[in-house]
């Protein structure tokens, strides 16, 4: 059963910081990865999309890794500002690719200070 | 382009009565999932459909929830004689047909509030 990790589960930054949070997933026979961004009571927005053939993906200031075999991802964020405070989500998808569920970490709470 | 759309955003409901989340998927989008995020919980698969099928319902309790997708509508999730413990944010997202896992788009959740 996939499982995914993403520690710590908050983070408080200043502004300007550049930043990595981290994501770990259990069954490296995964079909993609992605990573969300999650205002308070609002919905998910998707923030870059990698597929088990690439390494990263480069989205502005948002850069995303993927080593498959060992089962990791990092997002990195250059020049954080207030904005970027959000929850960020680390969820992959299984094998089968007719069926792309995702699988979610909890989520890093992330607060940048002006 | 509209993006994935659910209605209502809030819902309240006693105890015993039934839920009814909609959800509509963005244009030319043929596949729906559904998710729900529990209070200090990530969000949990509970079933993905295409167009007047049920293709995984694995992650969704056997009892009181059932879920279609017909070939004209919205997507409905449906709770029946719901109890405190559903009272959740439930996420609907959508993709386009593709050969390879693509991109789901999220709708902004129906949150529910059993009384």
């Known amino acids: 059963k996939q499982e995914v990790t993403q520690i710590p589960a908050a983070l408080s930054v200043p502004e300007g910081e550049n930043l990595v949070l981290n994501c770990s997933f259990t069954?490296?026979?995964?079909?993609?990865l992605q990573w969300f961004r999650q205002d308070p009571g609002k919905g998910l927005t998707s923030l870059l999309l990698?597929?088990?053939?690439?390494r990263e993906q480069t989205s502005g200031r948002l850069n995303a890794s993927l080593d498959k075999s060992s089962g990791r991802s990092t997002l990195y964020i250059a020049a954080s500002q207030p904005g970027d405070s959000a929850t960020y989500l680390c969820?992959?998808?299984?094998?089968?690719?007719?069926?792309?569920?995702?699988?979610f970490g909890k989520g890093i709470t992330l607060s940048v200070r002006p | 382009n509209a993006g994935v759309m659910q209605n209502p955003r809030h819902l309240v409901r006693r105890r015993g009565q039934e839920a009814r989340l909609r959800c509509s998927p963005m244009?030319?989008?043929?596949?729906v999932y559904w998710y729900r995020q529990l209070p200090e919980e990530g969000l949990k698969f509970m079933v993905y459909?295409?167009?007047?099928?049920?293709?995984?319902e694995s992650g969704m309790p056997k009892e009181r929830f059932s879920a279609e997708f017909p070939k004209e509508g919205p997507s409905i999730l449906r709770i029946q004689q719901v109890v405190r413990g559903d009272s959740a944010a439930y996420f609907c997202?959508?993709?386009?047909?593709?050969?390879?896992?693509?991109?789901?788009?999220f709708g902004p959740g129906t949150r529910l509030t059993v009384l």
């Open positions: 997202a959508s993709r386009r047909d593709a050969v390879y896992s693509d991109t789901q788009y």
């Open positions: 069954d490296s026979a995964i079909y993609n």
């Open positions: 990698i597929q088990s053939s690439q």
């Open positions: 969820a992959v998808s299984g094998w089968d690719g007719a069926n792309s569920k995702l699988t």
């Open positions: 244009k030319g989008h043929s596949h």
């Open positions: 459909l295409q167009k007047e099928n049920i293709i995984d």
